[in-house]
Each structure stands twice: as structure tokens, then as C-alpha cells.
């Protein structure tokens, strides 16, 4: 055999020895894809899962309450716990973004999620939902609408009552009605009672009420007040109480007066000041107050961009206004004072609200 056959083979068997030596790779397979990726999709998504379905409430349903509810999305190449982002939207205008919350369960294929959002009652909305895991955002659901509900909401210090839908979120009282305007208060005993579950400690309590006026029977007579649980309102120690004397106060009917104790027994009183009420007219009652500083009340004819009719700021001396438990009325109760002193009868309320917010949009 010839040295040149002799080196071919040689080299041939050591190329052999050198691939058979070498270990083989495996194949890609989808466990090991990642759940998210840095290039999004044509839908702007960066996280590989499935979009929830909406499925309350749609087709222009009109929710008692408004929770949102989906189907849960489903990665789709791992399993994960998955967070949610809801948004509401007003035309192309989101309203309410709820950021990343938790998926928490209703039932084993939902999740739902209750807006901490003030929308106008009656009002057409959209809403969508859409998966979140480690920062990366999966695909929209299509867009359910829905109507706003028509009823209010106490929630934490906010409280939300139009009471133009024939029901209110508070407790009534003695003799009351529902007109296709809002809520009439027929006695002096009858009023509206409101518990905050958290003591609102700076913000507003406003509303809008007529047929209240000075030749209704009453003396000291209240419009709205607020005081520290359920003890005599006249000396609570969180006392606040909007005034219009009626027909029987001495120093004149139709005064408009205001108080308020921030827990320290010191009664701080507004001026008194004699106005003329028309009682087919609205009136905006708003009392306003913030932390250590000063209350200021005010009565707007019309509603609450109005003329102000009357106005009055005082300071607090310091102090905060932080009744625990808080509790709001439409009217008052009967004190010491008797039912003269109560709530001033004849008043058509609606559009109620206390919070620490803008005082939001209602119906008119």
C-alpha cells in the first residue's frame, strides 16, 4: 500500500473519532420558551398569554354596583399566578385606570376587580382588562359596555348619593318620599343618616335641596349636620350643623347659620344672615373643611357654579374635625333642643356627596 493511501486513511479515521466524540444538542422545546418577551406584538402585548373575556357587565347592562368581571388569562407556555390591569373608558378618554392588581378569584375560571372610580350615573362606559406578570403585559380584551349605575356608594370616607333613582345608600328616618326629583324630608323628626367606616378628616359634604325655606314651621332648624356617633347632636363634641331658621325663630326667618366643634367643646359660629328662599327653586348646601385649619360653609342658588348667596369661613383653632365614628344627615336628629330644632320639614334633597375629592359630576 502506497504512503499516500496510508495517510488518507489515517486522516479519515481521526475526523471519525473527533464527531463521534463530540456530544449532540437537543432540540429547543416550549418548556424552556420564556412567559414574556422584549419585542412586543402587533397588538403592543409583551406577555405570552391568552386575553381575558369581559363578562359582566356588557351589552349596555346597567350593575346595582359596579364590579368587573373576566375570564382569567392562561399563559401559554408556562403557569403562573397572573396580576390584572382594568381600565374604563369614556369614549377614548380613560376615567379609571386600576393599575396592577391582584387576580382575585370569582370562581375557578373568573377574576374581578370593584373600581374605586366616581362615574356619572347613567352614563355609557367601556371597560377592558388584560393579563400582568414580572412587568409584562399581555393582550386587551375587547371592550364591554356598560352603563353606570343609577345608586351611590359609601366607601371608606367617600359617600355617593344622587337619590334620584328611588333609593338611597343611607338610613331613613320618619317620614320621607321619593318624588321624580329626589328625596323628600316631610317632618321634623324625619332625616337621612350616613356612617363613614373612615373618619373623613379634611374635604367637603355637599348637596342640593328646595321646597326648604323660611316659612316652614321650625326655629333653629337644620338643612345637613354631622357629629361623633349617635349621642345628642346639640352638645357632640364633633358637632356640625347648617342652619335656616323657620318661621318660628325670633331673630328672623329665613337666617342662614352654621356650627361647628372640632372636639374640644369650643362652639365655633358662623354670622347669621337673613336671606328670602324661593321654594321651587334649588339651593347648593356645601360645608368644607381641612386639617388643623378653618370650615367654610356656603349656599349657592341654582347649583353648586351658582351665585352664592351666602358664605362664611372660620377657623378651627388648630384643631382637626375627626369625628370617629363619623356620621352624616340630611336634616338632623332631635336633640335637647326638641323638634323645632330638628330638620327644617318640606326639603326635596338629591345629588349628595362627602369625600376628600373634586365633588364629582351628577345628573341633572
Known amino acids: 500500500m502506497s504512503r499516500k493511501v ?72 408556562a403557569d403562573a399566578a397572573l396580576s390584572y390591569q382594568f381600565q374604563i373608558r369614556d369614549g377614548g378618554n380613560v376615567v379609571y385606570d386600576s393599575k396592577v392588581v391582584g387576580g382575585f378569584a370569582n370562581g375557578p375560571d373568573n377574576v374581578q376587580h370593584t373600581p374605586s372610580v366616581v362615574l356619572t350615573p347613567d352614563g355609557t362606559f367601556t371597560w377592558r382588562a388584560r393579563a400582568i406578570f414580572q412587568g409584562a403585559a399581555g393582550p386587551w380584551s375587547s371592550d364591554a359596555t356598560f352603563k353606570a349605575p343609577v345608586g351611590g356608594f359609601i366607601r371608606d370616607n367617600e359617600l355617593f348619593d344622587p ?33 363613614l367606616p373612615t373618619t373623613l378628616t379634611a374635604g367637603e359634604f355637599s348637596l342640593m335641596v328646595k321646597g326648604a325655606d323660611e316659612g316652614a314651621e321650625g326655629d333653629k332648624s337644620k338643612v345637613f349636620s ?35 366643634i372640632a372636639g374640644d367643646r369650643v362652639s365655633r359660629d358662623c354670622d347669621r344672615s337673613q336671606r328670602s328662599f324661593d321654594s321651587s327653586r334649588w339651593y347648593f ?21 351658582g351665585p352664592v348667596i351666602y358664605s362664611q369661613t372660620k377657623s378651627l383653632g388648630g384643631r382637626t374635625y375627626q369625628p370617629n365614628p363619623h356620621i352624616l344627615y340630611l336634616g338632623a336628629p332631635i336633640g335637647r333642643g326638641g323638634s323645632l330644632d330638628a330638620t327644617l320639614p318640606g326639603g326635596v334633597y338629591k345629588n349628595v356627596y362627602a369625600g376628600p375629592n373634586a365633588r364629582p359630576a351628577f345628573p341633572q
Open 163 to 195: 337619590l334620584t333613582g328611588g333609593k338611597t345608600v343611607g338610613t331613613i328616618v320618619g317620614p320621607a318620599q321619593f318624588t321624580g326629583e329626589g328625596l323628600l324630608l316631610g317632618a321634623h323628626e324625619s332625616h337621612v343618616t350616613y356612617q
Open 226 to 260: 354631622m357629629q361623633q356617633g349617635f349621642d345628642d347632636i346639640t352638645t357632640n363634641s364633633y358637632r356640625f350643623t347648617g342652619e335656616l331658621r323657620g318661621r318660628n325663630y325670633g331673630g328672623g326667618p329665613g337666617s342662614i347659620s352654621c356650627r361647628m
Open 6 to 77: 496510508l495517510l488518507c486513511a489515517a486522516t479519515a479515521t481521526f475526523a471519525l473519532a473527533l464527531a463521534c466524540g463530540k456530544s449532540s444538542e437537543a432540540p429547543t422545546s416550549p418548556s424552556s420558551a420564556t412567559a414574556s418577551d422584549s419585542s412586543a406584538a402587533p397588538d403592543g402585548s409583551t406577555l405570552k398569554a391568552t386575553a381575558p373575556s369581559p363578562v359582566s357587565p356588557v351589552n349596555g347592562a346597567q350593575p346595582d354596583v359596579l364590579v368587573l368581571v373576566a375570564t382569567k388569562a392562561r399563559m401559554k407556555f
Open 285 to 305: 348646601w356645601r360645608v368644607s373643611w381641612n386639617i388643623g385649619g378653618s370650615f367654610t360653609m356656603e349656599v349657592r342658588a341654582d347649583g353648586d357654579s
